[in-house]
């Protein structure tokens, strides 16, 4: 049965605005953009021309308008609070991009009001619904690296002002490594492993202003953070968010279990290669070693690398890892709100990531460990058999 289109409202025309559009055009076809809106009216009445949209208006204007059912906020972070306050008083759920709100009490209040209104009030990211987390979700569910024990997350970088056109607020508060990129990696965790316990964390800023475009910017946030985090089903591990780090090895993501190793593909991405370390494997290689035990500590450092494989994705992805879903979030949100299911992002999920993100700069500033005050389901996993670009 052909379904009626979900109404969308865009309010930030900028630079991750193309993306949504374009993929809500050629791909998403439950949804139906009806108007956008941004604080520049130009912005808007190009973002209307470019992509065929009927309306370019005032934020105002597009949260009055009746066929809008959700309203995505591609805002910037310091004023994603104020905006998402302003869609669910308007009578809209929000999807937001990420983070949903700059701080617990924020998140709070904004899931708070949604629940009253019966409104949904989700933020990205929806990487974790791609083929490569979820391959890495399903191995973990059956058991594949036994009970996990521990990881490490680790997105670190120059900075952003290499490649985004107005990279400024990155490094204004309310933004910052941890709020811009974390999200990713911990949206991914919680979606592994559940939710999280506590956190503690030191954070440093590289350089006190950051040269942008020719022009010298006050830094006002650390651009370097080295956390720890425990979850509820008491695995540990480590978490470095920065911009400070021209190049390294370390890996992005892998889960370490009782059995073996995982390695998980970028969180900030929907595909990539999944690859296993198999503890049993590793045990037989030096078990087979029958010279004494400084040949088998040999063997176990120089073929270790031989124990890993590469695992094909358990879930349709497109043949370029790179390839940009982003939506697949709010497509599905936009269906479970029609079929009356729960959507895979969610409210609580999103406030529990928010929470996180700022108890990295609480336990940092404060020096103490901080206990996690709210927590979360595991969103649900996505079904097998799909189509790609598809969530039902
Ligand atoms: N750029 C990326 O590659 C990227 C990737 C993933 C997520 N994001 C997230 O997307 C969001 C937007 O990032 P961006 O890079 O597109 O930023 P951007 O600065 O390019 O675009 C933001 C847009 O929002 C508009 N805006 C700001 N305040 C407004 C207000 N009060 N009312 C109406 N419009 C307002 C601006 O005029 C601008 O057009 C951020 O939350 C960011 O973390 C960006």
Known sequence: MLQQKTGVGVIGCGTISDVYLTNIKEHYHNLEVIACADMYPEKAEQTKEKYGIPTA??????????KIEIVLNLTVPAVHYQINMQILNAGKHVYCEKPLALSLEEADTIVNTAREKGLLAVSA????????????????DEGTIGRPV?????????????WHPAPAFYYKKGAGPMLDMGPYYITTLVSLLGPIQRISCFAVAGKTC???????VETEVPTHYAGIMEFACKAVGNINMSFDVWDSDLPMLEIYGTDGALSVPDPNMFGGE????????LKSMVDAETRPHPAKLMTMVSRKGECSERVDLLFPADPDPRCNMRGLGLSDMARALKNNRAS???SELSRHVVEALAAFQIAADTNTVYEMKTTCKRP???????MLWDTE
């Open 57 to 66: 208006c005032t934020p105002e204007e597009l949260l009055a308008d009746e």
């Open 125 to 140: 990211p929806d990487t974790f619904l791609g083929a490569g987390a979820q391959t890495c979700r399903k191995l973990l």
């Open 150 to 162: 521990g990881f490490t997350a680790n997105m670190v970088a120059p900075g952003h002002e290499l």
């Open 210 to 216: 950051r040269e942008i475009q020719g022009k010298m």
């Open 274 to 281: 999944v690859k296993i370390y198999s503890g049993k494997k």
């Open 344 to 346: 895979r992002l969610n």
């Open 380 to 386: 649900e996993a996505m079904p097998e058999g799909l």
